[in-house]
């Protein structure tokens, strides 16, 4: 099995380090990732510029790749161009601290993944529930390679991603894996406004997180002990919203 | 009305200056938007960085604020600290090129109208489908101002957005107002490499969009010359596939 890892903290962060570690003993490892720190990108492309690629060593040992891009850059770059073959997988992680809820949306481990099955290529977004520096990556990464075989043995339609969430909690007491549904958790966040030594105003986002609190959510999973998975998709017509457009009256000539 | 404009091409592009010089006839509009380029940039955030804000003029007048960052960016920041009330709708636009299938995840226009519905405010994202930089963005900008006092009238939920794409032919060509599901056209592209003078390569995204051609679709209806509306919703759980993920016999303790 070829897997693709990635992520979008970097390719000298921790989390990837212990994803790339856990799964070599699952298949056949590459690791192309952001040169840099690439938190709340989105699904960005870079289309205005070039992208570079230069080796990345790790305690003195050949890592991966590092691009002078996006988590989604990556993806494309490794299989149109770095990769001699198709992976079977990409994983993309460990991110440092939730993926659930609206935080999909804004995050480029996500973005990863959900390149890498608009490709065709199953994926998997991982992240663990903690943001300090020193979080103890180990049993997420265990997480990720009990589940790329798994992952590698079913089908997932191209269009759909597979987002794991762990507890950064002691192993014994994790309650189990569960099947969730991406929660309405969202962040409570302002512009903190302060002056350069000039005296013009600079705004810098801050702010916290607001789980859902709903059963069967992720959030709420996550929260009480559980590792989630959610399968997300990009099916974005709101049908529901559709029909009650029909029923405005703005089809035919009028604006057009 | 008070109608906050913004756009993914910068505050000195001609499709916002049209869009926002249509709207003031509607509504009392505030433009923020980004300094500079931000197509591509999916809906990214700047967290590592703080954000200024300059004064814009354009033709010798003040037109609006330019932003340091992306249009999530200008959307959050306009509705913290720039706008003294909240606006009643958010306009983004008018994109230079269709904004359709796939493109809704890469799209920064997308984006801003995102963050506006997230935020609780009727969003509509605007797009014409012509790249060329001497585009004629007129009827386009009439559009949004004939659709802004109407979704005005109407009930938009949190969450959801209206994306418009605008067919770039003669107005007497236009079939009229379609609405439209998100259709499934791909980019199809690849990096081209080159060598710098010191002939070390570099990749440079390039390719071409297929678009989708079922009927309904956006892509084909903006193709056969209609102005699409599309309702774009972020509930991103796939049921399906978590109905089909509960047969995989991976809930409780065994990856945990």
Redesign the interface.
Known sequence: MRILVTNDDGIDSPGIYALAQALQGVGEVTVVAPNQ?Q??????????V????HPYERNGKPFGHAVTGTP??CV??AL??ILPERPDIVVSGINHGRNTA?S???SGTV?AA?EGT?LGIPSIAISLDNFSLDADFTHAA??AA??VP?LHQ?H??RG?L?NVNVPAIP?DQ??????A??GSG?WN???E??HDPMG??????TGSYIPDGHSGSDDQLLTEG??T??????????HT??E???T?G???????
Do not use: C, N
């Open positions: 720190q938190s709340a990108v989105g699904h960005a492309l870079t289309v205005a070039p992208l570079r690629v989604a850059d494309k770059l149109d161009a609206v999909l949306i804004y973005s959900t608009l265990e997480v009990w589940l798994i079913h997932l339609p759909v597979l192993r994790i309650k189990g894996v569960r099947i549904e991406q969202f966040d302002r512009y406004v302060r013009r105003p600079y705004y810098w986002l559980y590792v998975i959610t399968p997300i998709h990009y099916r974005l017509t709101d919203m559709l009650e457009l029909r405005w703005i089809e035919g000539k009028g604006g057009a």
